[in-house]
């Protein structure tokens, strides 16, 4: 059985993500998946990484050492040369600031549990390309 091979580039994807463990196990599921990934540790390191390499999909923890979650989502949205890359909020605080969020740009919010890593994070996965799917849309209709 011959494997198709996709025309398609890779999705670049830049997962801003404090917690070792977590990066990691996103980054292995992101990878599996079939995207590129870049990381960073912190908000400076992100916002430094968006602006360097101009993401298709930014994925943000909202907790973060240096420049805050929400602070970075502002600055990406502020910035012309990035504000069309869409960004996925992470949080481990639930869903009560999932509406600021959404309006401050967020395309997306998920909660991240224990949970979200089980089945190489799939439910990550299915946001990722949801948001994808969605943005891939809403170009074809400019």
Same mark, same amino acid.
């Given at each position: 059985m011959k494997m198709r091979v996709s025309k398609e580039r890779k999705v670049k994807v830049l997962l801003i993500e404090d917690s070792k463990f977590q990066r990691i196990a996103n980054?292995? /599921? @992101?990878?599996? #998946?079939? %995207?590129?990934?870049i990381h !960073?540790? $912190?908000g400076e390191e992100g916002l430094r #990484? /968006?602006?360097e390499s101009v993401p298709d999909l930014v994925l943000l923890d909202m907790m973060l050492p240096k420049v805050s979650g929400l602070d970075v @989502?502002? !600055? &990406? *949205?502020? $910035? +012309?040369?990035v504000k %069309?890359? +869409?960004?996925i909020v992470l949080s481990g605080l639930g869903q009560a600031n999932e509406a600021k &969020? @959404? *309006?401050e740009g967020a395309a997306a919010f998920f909660v991240k549990s224990e949970k979200s890593l089980e089945n190489n994070s799939s439910i990550l996965i299915q946001a990722v390309e949801r948001v994808l799917t969605e943005v891939k849309a809403a170009r074809a209709h400019v």
């Open positions: 980054e292995r /599921a @992101l990878i599996k #998946a079939g %995207h590129s990934v !960073a540790g $912190d #990484a /968006a602006c @989502l502002r !600055a &990406l *949205k502020g $910035d +012309p040369r %069309h890359i +869409p960004v &969020l @959404l *309006k």
